[in-house]
């Protein structure tokens, strides 16, 4: 796995890290963002909500994006800006459109094992966005508020 960037003292704490596109790398991205989360003020709960939302974010892209190719990386930025938790999520792969994902509620997906992620991620926090890359790839962003 690679070793995640270095964090960076601009407008707060930052995390700027590549990975490989392997599952021991969603570990290793869900201790350090959560590490920044918890520095930052985060209640059990929030912290609990970001874990699962970035957990499901890195598979996506470990797997469904980059397919688990060596080659391909995942990169993560994360920080504070102002009273927010800022995460942006990248991979290699062929990229998607979410209007041809399937709705995980419709009766003929809800026996699925999978399909539920983007559904737990836009649940999870408060702003949530995808983006195509080009010439490859997907880019998510996560916004999660400090509540008062």
């Known amino acids: 796995m ?80 102002d009273t927010s938790l800022k995460i942006v999520i990248s991979d290699e792969g062929g990229g998607f459109e979410m209007t041809k994902v399937p709705d995980p509620l419709a009766k003929e997906n809800l026996l699925k094992e999978s399909g539920r992620g983007i559904l737990l991620m836009q649940a999870f926090v408060d702003d949530f966005q995808v983006r195509r890359l080009s010439p490859n790839g997907t880019e998510v962003t996560m916004v999660k508020h400090l509540s008062p």
Do not use: C, Q, W
Not at 23 to 30: I, K, Q, R, T
């Open 2 to 81: 690679s070793n995640p960037g270095t964090e960076l003292p601009v407008g707060g704490e930052r995390l700027d890290a590549v990975y490989d596109s392997a599952l021991e790398s969603v570990d290793a991205a869900e201790e350090a963002v959560m590490a920044i989360a918890g520095r930052a003020g985060f209640d059990e709960d929030s912290m609990h909500r970001i874990g699962i939302a970035l957990r499901e974010a890195m598979v996506n892209a470990v797997v469904h994006g980059n397919k688990y190719n060596a080659h391909k990386k995942v990169r993560l930025s994360a920080g504070m800006e």
